[in-house]
């Protein structure tokens, strides 16, 4: 099988002052779909080939294939990320979500400081993750193209913490980017992957 690049799921000219509409054009019309048409060379001819996205990117992670990972789990990551923004955020997550976040952490102001620190504190490229697993919520920071798969997590949540994703807006100010990005989770997604 071959991989396409998904649309984007909302308006890309609705979350600014998250991202730009111009960031939206570089991030999912080059970086995203750069990362798909490598998958697409990488596989072809292979095994890889006839396996889900999953799989792909477990196998290529123990093989240490890394032109099949990167790609891999890049195309997994940017569809995971694109899925987590909505133009028409709630404040807080409902529900289940809402409840595992006070077991986990006390309070949501406290769960979002964690990831807020988490965020800011990443040393270069990488993905901040919120994770369930035997129904624990974790908070994982995660190097370059690295995702909950490989390690048996579930994906609730994610931020994209490399520099594309944030640098045409925001400049060196990750934490401005970092703020925003509260003001536009999609909570319905992220309940959806509980
Ligand atoms: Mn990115």
């Known amino acids: 099988m071959s991989y396409t690049l998904p649309d ?6 609705q979350l600014s ?24 060379n990488a596989i072809k001819n292979t ?6 996205l999953e799989n792909v990117i477990l196998k290529a992670y123990q093989e240490n294939n890394k032109a099949v990972f990167n790609n891999a789990a890049q195309h997994f990551n940017h569809s ?3 899925n987590c923004l909505s133009p028409n955020s709630k404040e807080i997550p409902e529900e289940t979500l809402d409840e595992l976040i006070n077991i986990e952490f ?3 102001d406290n769960f979002k400081d964690k990831f807020t620190t988490a965020a800011n504190t990443l040393f270069g490229s990488g993905w901040i993750w919120l ?14 193209a690295d995702n909950p798969i490989i390690i048996n997590k579930t ?3 994610t931020l994209d913490i490399w520099e594309h994703a944030y640098y045409i807006d925001h400049k ?14 999609n909570w319905n997604f992220c309940l959806s992957n509980i």
Not at 8 to 13: A, Q, R, V
């Open 106 to 108: 006390g309070s949501f």
């Open 17 to 40: 002052p998250f991202n730009s509409k111009q960031t939206f054009e570089y991030h999912h019309g080059k970086h995203h779909a750069g990362y798909v048409t490598k998958l697409n």
């Open 80 to 82: 995971f990320f694109w």
């Open 47 to 52: 095994p890889y080939s006839e396996m889900n």
């Open 131 to 144: 994770t369930i697993s035997n129904n624990k919520l974790e908070i994982l920071q995660m190097k370059d």
């Open 172 to 185: 060196n100010e990750r934490t401005n980017f970092i703020n925003e990005f509260w003001k536009v989770i």
């Open 155 to 157: 994906p609730i949540l």
């Open 8 to 13: 984007l799921p909302f308006d890309s000219t």
